[in-house]
């Protein structure tokens, strides 16, 4: 089952359930407990589709590599990281044909990432569905220094580049694929308040 993120701001992703599409061809792009939502989708699919889709799977915590493998797509990649797989998938992008369907499932920052290298090549958002399944982890970027932190799971986190502390709030940049955080203590260094885990 998807995850339930509420909307907060415009700039908030939201994200819905991947269902399989007409089109010529079919691009999976997934990480960890998005294995999850492809092995849904395969499942609701007609028997043409597999055949004439592409799955590229980054395992984490929860690895669904040989489940997927057998789905039997027309070709499978498994790499170690999302940072591994995006100059892959912006080749992917590059040569892809027309009427291509994408499918982005599994944590914010896969999804995140894979829809900037998609908006980079000039992939119409139109062809591209998203479903989160798993951490609601956020990749921060620090508004002060511009560094980004990863897999953040606190409120307040500190910045992993210059040190501050930052209160990472909802608004979303599309352009940089993270949450913005902004120093929560400017004011006075010496209220430090206690960091609590709410994206787990």
Do not use: W
């Amino acid at each position: 089952m998807s995850s339930a993120i509420e909307p907060s701001i415009k700039s908030r992703p939201v994200y819905g359930t991947l269902k399989p599409a007409t089109a010529p061809a079919h691009l999976i792009i997934a990480d960890a407990d998005g294995g999850k939502a492809v092995l849904d989708l395969a499942t609701a699919a007609p028997t043409s589709f597999l055949p004439n889709a592409e799955i590229c799977y980054i395992p984490g915590k929860a690895d669904h590599s040989v489940t997927l493998e057998a789905l039997g797509a027309a070709r499978f990649y498994t790499g170690p990281s999302i940072a591994a797989m995006l100059p892959r998938l912006k080749r992917t992008f590059e040569r892809m044909h027309m009427g291509t369907q994408i499918y982005l499932a599994g944590s914010e920052s896969l999804i995140g990432l894979a829809m900037k290298t998609a908006m980079e090549a000039n992939i119409d958002f139109e062809a591209i569905q998203t479903e989160h399944r798993g951490s609601l982890a956020r990749r921060v970027q620090c508004v002060h220094c511009k560094g980004i932190t990863e897999g953040v799971t606190t409120q307040p986190v500190t910045c992993a580049h210059c040190g501050l502390l930052l209160l990472v709030r909802d608004h979303y940049s599309r352009r940089y694929a993270a949450f913005q955080g902004v120093n929560i203590n400017a004011e006075d260094p010496s209220d430090i308040p206690p960091k609590e885990e709410v994206f787990t």
